[in-house]
DNA sequence: CCCTGATTCGC
DNA sequence: GCGAATCAGG
Protein backbone atom coordinates (compact mmCIF):
# COMPACT_ATOMS: atom_id res chain seq x y z
CA UNK A 1 0.00 0.00 0.00
CA UNK A 2 2.12 2.74 -1.14
CA UNK A 3 1.18 5.84 -3.04
CA UNK A 4 -2.32 6.19 -4.36
CA UNK A 5 -2.62 9.87 -5.01
CA UNK A 6 -5.51 10.44 -2.72
CA UNK A 7 -6.86 14.03 -3.15
CA UNK A 8 -4.91 15.38 0.10
CA UNK A 9 -1.76 14.64 -1.77
CA UNK A 10 -2.65 15.62 -5.76
CA UNK A 11 -3.33 18.91 -3.87
CA UNK A 12 0.39 18.99 -2.31
CA UNK A 13 1.25 18.16 -5.63
CA UNK A 14 -0.37 21.14 -7.25
CA UNK A 15 0.24 23.47 -4.69
CA UNK A 16 4.13 22.79 -4.73
CA UNK A 17 4.22 22.43 -8.68
CA UNK A 18 2.37 25.88 -9.10
CA UNK A 19 4.58 27.17 -6.66
CA UNK A 20 7.58 26.39 -8.80
CA UNK A 21 8.96 23.75 -6.84
CA UNK A 22 10.93 21.68 -9.21
CA UNK A 23 9.56 17.69 -9.71
CA UNK A 24 12.56 16.07 -7.52
CA UNK A 25 11.77 18.41 -4.96
CA UNK A 26 8.49 17.76 -4.66
CA UNK A 27 8.43 13.97 -4.58
CA UNK A 28 11.44 14.41 -1.74
CA UNK A 29 8.72 16.66 0.11
CA UNK A 30 5.96 14.72 -0.07
CA UNK A 31 7.49 11.65 0.75
CA UNK A 32 5.97 8.07 0.61
CA UNK A 33 8.56 6.75 -1.72
CA UNK A 34 7.38 9.20 -4.67
CA UNK A 35 10.23 9.63 -7.15
CA UNK A 36 9.99 12.59 -9.33
CA UNK A 37 9.17 10.44 -12.45
CA UNK A 38 5.79 9.75 -10.42
CA UNK A 39 5.87 13.17 -9.83
CA UNK A 40 5.79 14.26 -13.45
CA UNK A 41 3.62 11.58 -14.72
CA UNK A 42 0.87 12.51 -12.24
CA UNK A 43 1.81 16.38 -13.48
CA UNK A 44 0.80 15.44 -16.75
CA UNK A 45 -1.59 13.36 -16.25
CA UNK A 46 -3.60 15.96 -14.54
CA UNK A 47 -2.80 18.20 -17.19
CA UNK A 48 -0.52 20.77 -15.74
CA UNK A 49 2.23 21.16 -17.65
CA UNK A 50 4.65 24.14 -18.77
CA UNK A 51 4.42 26.18 -15.72
CA UNK A 52 5.98 29.54 -15.07
CA UNK A 53 9.30 30.17 -13.25
CA UNK A 54 10.20 26.03 -13.68
CA UNK A 55 13.86 26.46 -11.86
CA UNK A 56 17.34 26.33 -13.28
CA UNK A 57 16.64 26.07 -16.57
CA UNK A 58 15.15 28.25 -18.82
CA UNK A 59 12.43 25.46 -20.71
CA UNK A 60 13.20 22.78 -21.82
CA UNK A 61 13.68 25.22 -24.94
CA UNK A 62 13.39 23.49 -28.80
CA UNK A 63 9.99 21.84 -29.31
CA UNK A 64 9.45 18.35 -29.49
CA UNK A 65 6.97 17.05 -31.67
CA UNK A 66 6.81 14.11 -29.18
CA UNK A 67 9.21 11.64 -30.56
CA UNK A 68 7.96 8.41 -31.32
CA UNK A 69 10.31 6.35 -29.61
CA UNK A 70 13.10 5.69 -32.41
CA UNK A 71 15.79 2.94 -31.27
CA UNK A 72 14.85 0.33 -29.62
CA UNK A 73 16.56 -0.45 -26.28
CA UNK A 74 18.13 -4.22 -27.28
CA UNK A 75 21.61 -3.64 -28.33
CA UNK A 76 23.43 -0.63 -26.50
CA UNK A 77 26.60 0.81 -27.85
CA UNK A 78 25.22 3.57 -29.72
CA UNK A 79 26.97 6.48 -30.10
CA UNK A 80 23.95 8.85 -28.89
CA UNK A 81 25.59 12.57 -28.34
CA UNK A 82 28.54 14.05 -29.35
CA UNK A 83 29.81 16.88 -27.06
CA UNK A 84 32.34 19.12 -28.60
CA UNK A 85 35.27 20.89 -26.30
CA UNK A 86 35.09 23.47 -24.10
CA UNK A 87 35.83 26.83 -25.33
CA UNK A 88 36.88 27.89 -21.59
CA UNK A 89 35.40 30.75 -21.25
CA UNK A 90 36.75 33.73 -19.04
CA UNK A 91 34.60 35.76 -16.81
CA UNK A 92 34.19 39.92 -18.29
CA UNK A 93 35.10 41.51 -15.05
CA UNK A 94 38.08 40.25 -12.51
CA UNK A 95 37.36 40.08 -9.21
CA UNK A 96 35.47 43.57 -8.45
CA UNK A 97 37.24 45.88 -5.55
CA UNK A 98 33.87 46.32 -3.59
CA UNK A 99 34.15 45.83 0.07
CA UNK A 100 34.06 42.53 1.40
CA UNK A 101 30.65 41.63 1.86
CA UNK A 102 29.79 38.34 3.74
CA UNK A 103 27.44 36.05 2.24
CA UNK A 104 25.03 32.81 2.38
CA UNK A 105 27.62 31.83 -0.16
CA UNK A 106 31.70 32.52 -0.12
CA UNK A 107 32.35 30.24 3.01
CA UNK A 108 35.16 29.01 0.68
CA UNK A 109 38.61 30.00 1.35
CA UNK A 110 41.53 29.11 -1.08
CA UNK A 111 42.41 26.36 1.60
CA UNK A 112 38.91 24.90 1.43
CA UNK A 113 37.97 25.44 -2.12
CA UNK A 114 37.45 22.39 -3.76
CA UNK A 115 37.39 21.36 -7.55
CA UNK A 116 34.09 21.03 -8.30
CA UNK A 117 32.98 24.14 -6.17
CA UNK A 118 32.19 27.61 -7.99
CA UNK A 119 35.35 29.60 -7.56
CA UNK A 120 33.25 33.30 -8.02
CA UNK A 121 35.32 35.81 -6.02
CA UNK A 122 33.54 36.88 -3.12
CA UNK A 123 35.19 40.33 -1.47
CA UNK A 124 38.23 41.80 -1.90
CA UNK A 125 41.16 39.34 -3.21
CA UNK A 126 43.62 41.36 -1.49
CA UNK A 127 41.87 41.20 1.63
CA UNK A 128 41.77 38.65 4.18
CA UNK A 129 38.14 38.20 3.97
CA UNK A 130 38.60 37.12 0.65
CA UNK A 131 36.66 33.90 -0.11
CA UNK A 132 34.69 32.12 -2.77
CA UNK A 133 31.37 31.00 -3.43
CA UNK A 134 31.85 27.42 -3.30
CA UNK A 135 29.02 25.97 -4.60
CA UNK A 136 28.74 22.87 -6.70
CA UNK A 137 30.27 24.34 -9.98
CA UNK A 138 28.40 23.16 -12.72
CA UNK A 139 28.82 25.93 -15.81
CA UNK A 140 32.88 26.13 -15.81
CA UNK A 141 34.59 26.29 -12.71
CA UNK A 142 30.92 28.54 -11.57
CA UNK A 143 28.12 27.65 -10.12
CA UNK A 144 24.84 28.28 -12.31
CA UNK A 145 23.95 31.52 -10.92
CA UNK A 146 27.36 33.04 -10.80
CA UNK A 147 27.55 31.08 -14.47
CA UNK A 148 25.41 33.24 -15.96
CA UNK A 149 26.89 36.76 -14.84
CA UNK A 150 30.55 35.80 -15.54
CA UNK A 151 29.37 34.39 -19.07
CA UNK A 152 27.41 37.39 -20.37
CA UNK A 153 28.57 37.03 -24.32
CA UNK A 154 27.42 40.46 -24.19
CA UNK A 155 27.03 43.72 -22.24
CA UNK A 156 23.61 45.22 -22.93
CA UNK A 157 24.68 48.84 -23.31
CA UNK A 158 24.43 50.89 -20.41
CA UNK A 159 27.87 51.67 -18.90
CA UNK A 160 29.99 50.43 -16.08
CA UNK A 161 26.72 52.19 -14.16
CA UNK A 162 24.92 49.01 -14.92
CA UNK A 163 27.74 47.13 -14.62
CA UNK A 164 28.34 47.91 -11.25
CA UNK A 165 24.67 47.63 -10.63
CA UNK A 166 24.11 44.10 -11.72
CA UNK A 167 27.17 43.10 -10.11
CA UNK A 168 26.51 43.94 -6.37
CA UNK A 169 24.10 41.32 -6.68
CA UNK A 170 26.57 38.71 -6.79
CA UNK A 171 29.03 40.13 -4.57
C1' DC B 1 28.67 15.33 -13.21
C1' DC B 2 24.70 17.57 -11.62
C1' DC B 3 20.15 19.01 -12.80
C1' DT B 4 15.49 19.95 -15.34
C1' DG B 5 10.95 18.39 -17.58
C1' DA B 6 8.79 15.20 -21.52
C1' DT B 7 7.43 11.12 -23.36
C1' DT B 8 6.64 6.36 -24.03
C1' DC B 9 5.07 2.05 -22.67
C1' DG B 10 4.53 -2.09 -19.70
C1' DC B 11 2.17 -2.98 -15.78
C1' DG C 1 -4.03 5.27 -13.72
C1' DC C 2 0.60 4.61 -12.39
C1' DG C 3 5.59 5.23 -12.72
C1' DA C 4 10.29 3.29 -14.36
C1' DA C 5 12.93 3.87 -18.16
C1' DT C 6 14.31 6.71 -21.37
C1' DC C 7 15.05 10.80 -23.90
C1' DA C 8 16.49 15.58 -24.59
C1' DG C 9 18.25 19.75 -23.07
C1' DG C 10 20.85 23.05 -19.62
Redesign the pocket.
Known sequence: M????TEDRVGALKKLWLEG??????AKQLGG??????????????GL??RAT?????R???F?P??????P?AQPS?P??IEAAQPAPRPVVAAPSLPAVAEMPGTATVMTLGAHMCKWPIGDPSSTEFSFCGR?A?EGVYC?EHARVAYQPQMKRGGKEELARSLRRYI
Open positions: TAGWQSASQIGVTRNAVIGKVHRLSGPSQPATSTRARTRTTPARRRSQ
